[in-house]
């Protein structure tokens, strides 16, 4: 496999070919972000991959973060970045920087590319149609970060029907019109739950889950929900891992039926993953 993942191409095998006949028509939601965004390169080689999932027939909707541009732009404006439990805290300004980095830079962008591969895309957030309601995560009313309380699939489900990839910024608004921000991994999980996705993939910029962070070798191809308990309490998952691991829990517990942490930085890494039974990033099942 390492040679595998060192070549410039993704070889089809006899297995590969069985695969794609088992997940021909499924719809996967696909979460983008971390360091495996910020490389121009890296984003054409994440794009290309989804366009062949789609090409072989499989119903793609695109979440995307993008916490390393808001942070640049933050730190342009003497802005400092602040985070509470793995999540970023979000002030009115905060927010305005957050909604024009994501709705106005990266959500363009990722339409573009996919545009430029042939493949159908239209750029979302949650605010428009209605598509997510939020409310604040927290108590206090100066923060502007949010979690999910409702996704209209009705609209996912026009673009999917007629063979549009949807491409989701992750910002919401409440029921009076105030905008939230929302971890991209929770409302992937939130997306992935409503609309009973086959799976949930996040693209990030790690191997998947590890026993030692510091070891790429001690990575954890396949967990249940009771290993996931097992690894919380022994302080394994910890930090930012917490609502990554939280939100896969949620969309396993809401009829999806697989979820995939893997590194997006390496090239053919959702092909491999997905189109492979040696795969190279962490599953998760109830």
Known sequence: MSNLLSSDRFYFSPDTLSLIRKYAGSTFVIKYGGSAMKDKSLQLNVIQDISLLYSLGIKVILVHGGGYLVNDWLCKLNIEPKFEEGLRVTDAKTMEIVEMVLSGNINNHLV?????????????????????????????????????????????????????????????????????????????????????????????????????????????KNLNLSKINNLKSEGIIK??????????????????????IIDGRIRYSLLYEILTYDRIGSMLVA
């Open 239 to 260: 930090d930012g891992m917490i609502p990554k691991v939280d939100s896969c829990v949620h969309a396993l517990n809401n009829d999806v039926s697989e979820v995939h």
């Open 112 to 220: 573009s590319l996919l545009n430029q591969n042939n493949i159908l895309s239209v750029g979302l957030s949650g605010k428009d149609a209605n598509l997510v309601t939020a409310v604040p995560l927290f108590k206090n009313s100066e923060n502007f970060t949010g979690q999910v309380v409702n996704v209209n699939v009705k609209v996912l489900n026009i673009l999917l029907n007629n063979h549009y990839i949807p491409v989701v910024a992750s910002i919401a608004s409440d029921l009076k019109g105030y905008t939230y921000n929302i971890n991209a991994d929770t409302l992937a999980s939130s997306i992935a739950s409503s609309i009973k996705a086959n799976k949930l993939i996040l693209l990030t910029d790690t191997p998947g889950l590890l026993y030692d962070v510091d070891d790429k070798l001690s990575l954890i």
